[in-house]
């Protein structure tokens, strides 16, 4: 299979304030966000990111898409650096996150022009890139409803269509079925099966153990900003299940009892 992302050893640090040390009940004026973390994902295979809240796996994922510079390391993305060449490896991909926010004013069918005009997309392709995914969607009848009035899972929806219109090759998403009820998490699901199929390199982040297992083809467990373990999804698995082999594992990096 080819390759179409390569990470190699993301490091970044973040300042703390006082406030913020005080929250995270530690003395040190620097945390540690993600500490030299490397992977790769190929065409057509669905790489899972699992670890707890403030793990690094979505700042991984930020550094990735160019939203924030890593301090060291380095990740190409379709042979683009994340460092060197940004604005390409920005047409190469597609990033969903909880952080996503559509302006409430506007509605689904204005925003998915108003994104596909950002991205260079001619008029009639951008027409029918939009037909397509509302009808994926089902946000047809809700095409000029503002995002105000829309359900939380139809918000969702619209976000994932809109992250997406350009067609990427790579397609982050960060925790895509949070907060969705059970028949939407369905549709979103999928629909990442599809985007499989069609020869997309998806990287999913979520706590849900089983739809980790059901989808990805390899996986990555970030606990405390380094990745403690990576590979195929029954390699890293063995005889046992993915969450107990998570919780293993965190107990043995964090020394935590839980």
């Given at each position: 299979m080819r390759e179409v992302l390569n990470v190699n050893k993301l490091h970044?640090?973040?300042?703390?304030?006082?406030?913020?040390?005080?929250?995270?009940?530690?003395d040190k004026a620097v945390l540690t966000a993600v500490d030299g973390v490397s992977f790769n994902s190929y065409e057509g295979e669905v790489f899972g990111l699992l670890g707890p809240n403030g793990a690094g796996k979505t700042t991984i994922m930020r550094m990735i898409a160019t939203l924030i510079n890593p301090d060291s390391g380095d990740a190409t993305v379709d042979g683009y650096s994340i460092i060197k060449q940004p604005l390409d490896v920005r047409r190469n991909i597609g990033f969903l996150t909880n952080e996503l926010k559509l302006d409430e004013y506007f509605t689904p069918n204005y925003l998915i022009g108003f994104f596909a005009e950002?991205?260079?997309?001619s008029k009639e392709k951008a027409l029918s890139r939009k037909n397509e995914l509302f009808k994926t969607f089902g946000i047809d009848e809700f095409a000029e409803v503002k995002i105000a009035n829309l359900s939380q899972g139809m918000k969702q929806k619209a976000s994932l269509a809109i992250s997406i219109v350009h067609d990427p090759s790579i397609i982050i998403f960060d925790e895509p079925t949070n907060g969705l009820d059970v028949i939407t998490s369905k549709v979103v699901t999928d629909f990442l099966v599809d985007l499989k199929k069609?020869?997309?390199?998806?990287?999913?982040?979520?706590?849900?153990?089983n739809l980790l297992e059901n989808l990805c083809d390899r996986i990555g467990i970030v606990i405390s900003g380094k990745m403690v373990a990576c590979d195929s999804v029954s390699a890293v698995i063995g005889e046992s299940t993915l969450e107990d082999v998570f919780f293993k594992l965190y107990r043995e990096t964090t020394k935590e009892v839980i």
């Open positions: 970044k640090t973040f300042k703390l304030s006082k406030k913020q040390q005080q929250l995270k009940k530690t950002l991205h260079g997309m069609q020869g997309k390199s998806i990287i999913l982040s979520t706590h849900i153990f």
